[in-house]
């Protein structure tokens, strides 16, 4: 058995240890707006979550694909599965064995079914363009580049790093902070454009 763990360790070592590009500068005004009209993009990685005492980690995927968005998060072996859908007309959340939830634009009864699903709020109309390490189109903002505030969510871009095929560089790490919620990601891979 002590084989075992010994190899286990060794490889969790070695995953983290993955090199990133080196950091760039947050993308200008052009860059934000090209990278905020990306229809399609994946990226995988680690979240970190933190709601008043509270927390996990986990591992999650996303992908964007013209107007539709899948996000799976998952702990360690599977643990915890949430996979996430997500299109204009209707968002659909589905946790283990539970039946999916599903809600329709305008999205009203989102956020507290999320308290009450997940235990934390998860700001999933912006979410999308956040991650991108740009303010979602169409509502008010305070701030920009590496860091800015919105829907009362503090983002704050730690990284950036060139992508092929971006516009501009995009969020290496960052963290969405409101109230008692701090949500800490690391994007590990990112791929632009379709598959």
């Not at 860059?31 to 993009?41: F, H, K, N």
Request: contains cysteine; proline residues 10%; aromatic residues 8%.
């Amino acid at each position: 058995m002590r084989p075992a763990l010994a190899l286990l360790a060794v490889l969790a070592t070695l995953a983290g240890c993955r090199s990133l590009p080196t950091p760039v500068e947050p993308p200008d005004a052009a860059g934000r707006a090209a990278i905020t009209a990306l229809a399609s993009w994946q990226a995988t990685g680690r979240v970190a979550v933190r709601a008043g005492h509270d927390g996990f980690s986990a591992s999650f995927d996303w992908r964007e694909l013209a107007g539709h968005g899948e996000l799976g998060v998952h702990g360690p072996f599977g643990a915890g599965a949430v996979r996430i859908t997500r299109s204009d007309q209707r968002i659909v959340i589905e946790q283990g064995g539970a039946p999916p939830f599903e809600v329709a634009a305008p999205f009203a009864a989102l956020e507290p079914e999320l308290v009450a699903r997940l235990g934390f709020p998860l700001p999933l109309e912006t979410l999308r363009y956040w991650v991108l390490g740009v303010p979602a189109p169409g509502r008010p903002v305070d701030g920009a580049g590496s860091s800015f505030s919105q829907d009362g969510w503090q983002v704050a871009v730690a990284a950036f790093v060139p992508v092929a095929g971006a516009p501009g560089p995009l969020p290496a790490r960052l963290t969405l902070s409101r109230d008692m919620t701090r949500i800490r990601v690391v994007v590990d891979r990112w791929q632009v454009g379709s598959p």
